[in-house]
């Protein structure tokens, strides 16, 4: 299937992967053996994170395959792999220098037929950006060859899982892309001790994702919540109680303007739409107070979009300042860490519902995956999640269901209703 991708003229970002001992590194380097012998002059590159990682493991399944061939007509020097046809295949150094090199600037110049990202997971977006523009520029007209990347990469929650896998799976990922997903179970001439050694892992997260090729098992060990407490969000049954809206206003800046509607700790996705105005905001968030009765001091609205006009006609609605002082102040830093800490312990309690759509699920589920706790800021001890910036920086956009969910709990803090500073008259 991969080879498929690899020739036909419709495909140019393909990955394939996203488990352990699936042939990924032995496919890159056949790959770019047949495409350098049967493409005389072209030039390709080999890409990672750290060149001396590239060197060691490349080359050494490069030699294995080379045997496998009888193919000896290249030699190996200090900038990769020079064909006697005159092709070559460069390795390079696909580390991020935030400082001296944050756009890439490097790759500025060269020109590629094609190339491979190897162990993607470890490579900054930036890089495989930069790199889509540096393919197709090198005898791809003369030899009419659709530019191609390759990509190989173990499961990992950054560009690869939102640009790729979850696309992939919501049936949404389109030509150019391609994902192929290869568990070691697909490779048949490993033996089964590889396998056996990858069931053996202890850690139940690297396990998943190794073995099973499980992109939604993270591994980071500041998360707040796990993925199976977050799946079973979506088959809880949540006690009802009193009825609250908590929204996320998208006025300025933001992606969405979102609603959920609580029904005790039972939450639904009432309101999801693109950035709206001032007026339809008001209308919207009006009549889903009015349809579910649910009173202005039970709603909640983050503060940053709330312009004079909700002011007038929204009276009363509870304003969410995300820096503002926590309830329980001495141990965390702010109402929203607070608010998020809460939200992190309902939903390990299985005590949270949520209903919404397949597509809204997902995000949700990747979104809760941004619970994690800030453990740069040690200069003080209170308890704190990590910062939206970083959270856009993971999941490629704003977390706008994960601000709405963690809104929420500001009624289920104690004493929370009774604070005068969130409230905007
Ligand atoms: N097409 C093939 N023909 C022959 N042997 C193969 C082929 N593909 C894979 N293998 C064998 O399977 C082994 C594992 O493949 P490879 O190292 O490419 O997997 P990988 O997905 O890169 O693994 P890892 O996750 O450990 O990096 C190779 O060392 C080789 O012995
Ligand atoms: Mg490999």
């Not at 200069?379 to 993971?394: F, L, P, Q, V």
């Not at 956009?397 to 604070?419: C, H, K, N, T, W």
Request: proline letters at 3%.
């Amino acid at each position: 299937m991969a080879y498929n991708y690899l020739r036909d003229d419709k495909h140019k970002f393909i990955l394939y992967g996203g488990a352990a001992g699936g042939g990924k590194t032995w496919l890159g380097c056949e790959w770019l053996m047949q495409c350098g012998h049967h493409l005389p002059n072209t030039r390709w590159f080999i890409g990672r994170n750290n060149l001396k990682d590239s060197r060691n493991s490349v080359l050494v399944t490069w030699l294995k395959v080379a045997k496998l061939h009888n193919f000896t007509s290249y030699k190996i020097d200090n900038d990769g792999i020079k064909f006697n046809d005159g092709s070559e295949i460069l390795l390079i150094d696909l580390t991020y220098y935030p400082y001296k090199d944050p756009l890439y600037e490097r790759f500025g110049s060269l020109e590629f037929t094609g190339g491979w990202i190897e162990e993607a997971g470890e490579v900054n977006f930036k890089a495989f950006d930069v790199l889509k523009s540096r393919i197709g520029r090198h005898m791809n007209t003369e030899l009419k060859l659709t530019p191609k990347m390759l990509i190989t990469c173990n499961p990992k929650k950054n560009w690869l899982y939102t640009s790729f896998y979850q696309l992939y799976i919501r049936n949404q990922l389109n030509a150019p892309y391609a994902y192929i997903s290869a568990l070691v179970t697909d490779n048949p001439y490993l033996d089964d001790s590889y396998r056996q050694e990858l069931a053996e892992i202890k850690e139940k997260s690297i396990r998943e994702r190794l073995l099973f090729g499980n992109w939604d098992y993270d591994d980071n060990p500041n998360a707040l919540v796990t993925f199976d407490a977050i799946l079973d969000c979506f088959t809880n049954t949540a006690k009802s109680g009193a009825r609250k809206i908590s929204a996320d206003l998208a006025m300025q800046g933001r992606d969405k303007f979102v609603a959920g509607l609580w029904n005790g700790l039972c939450v639904t996705i009432a309101i999801d739409k693109p950035k709206s105005n001032g007026k339809e905001i008001e209308t919207d968030l009006a009549a889903l107070m009015k349809n579910h009765q649910v009173g202005r001091s039970m709603t909640v609205a983050d503060s940053d979009g709330l312009g004079a006009y909700l002011e007038s006609y929204l009276r009363g609605i509870k304003e969410f300042h995300n820096g503002g002082r926590a309830v329980n102040s001495n141990v965390y830093a702010n109402i929203k860490a607070e608010c998020a800490y809460k939200l992190a312990e309902i939903i390990t309690n299985r005590q949270l519902q949520i209903v919404c759509t397949e597509n809204q699920k997902q995000c949700i589920i990747e979104e809760l995956g941004l619970l994690q706790a800030d453990n740069i800021d040690r200069d003080t001890s209170k308890k704190n999640i990590i910062s939206k910036e970083k959270m856009k920086e993971i999941a490629g956009r704003s977390p706008d269901y994960l601000d709405v969910l963690i809104m929420g709990m500001f009624f289920e803090l104690p004493q929370a209703g009774l604070i005068q500073d969130y409230t905007i008259l």
